[in-house]
Nanobody, 125 residues
Framework: QVQLVESGGGSVEPGGSLRLSCTVA????????LAWFRQGLGKEREGVAR????????YYDNSVQGRFTVSQDTDKNSLFLEMGSLEPGDTGMYYC??????????????????WGQGTQVTVSS
């Protein structure tokens, strides 16, 4: 089992920044890929960014490339998502996720084994 708890969501104006955090606990050795997904109102859940927690390699969706940065702390107990140049289209519930190598390779929902409860991000003027 892996436990994931997100924090850091909120409301921000377009062009602003937010930092999301996710505490990671449990059998993390069995789920080495950590990821952020999001779901806008009436939209399907989509991948945002992923990190291979052992090698540190990162992956980004094209829509956030250059604006978002995924990282983890040195003891690997926390996952972060630095979000900049935020746009209204970034609004949604953001979820922390964990899975095996396939999640980092392919970024598919079906490869997520554990989910956090989500944190809301709203970008509006």
């Amino acid at each position: 089992q892996v436990q994931l708890v997100e924090s850091g969501g909120g409301s921000v104006e377009p062009g602003g920044s937010l930092r999301l955090s996710c505490t990671v606990a449990g059998e993390t050795y069995s789920r080495p890929c950590l990821a952020w997904f999001r779901q806008g109102l009436g939209k399907e859940r989509e991948g945002v960014a992923r990190i291979d927690s052992r090698a540190g390699k990162t992956y980004y969706d094209n829509s956030v490339q250059g604006r978002f940065t995924v990282s983890q702390d040195t003891d690997k107990n926390s996952l972060f998502l630095e979000m900049g140049s935020l746009e209204p289209g970034d609004t949604g519930m953001y979820y922390c996720a964990a899975g095996r190598w396939a999640l980092c390779s392919l970024g598919r929902l079906v490869d997520v084994n554990f989910w956090g409860q989500g944190t809301q991000v709203t970008v509006s003027s």
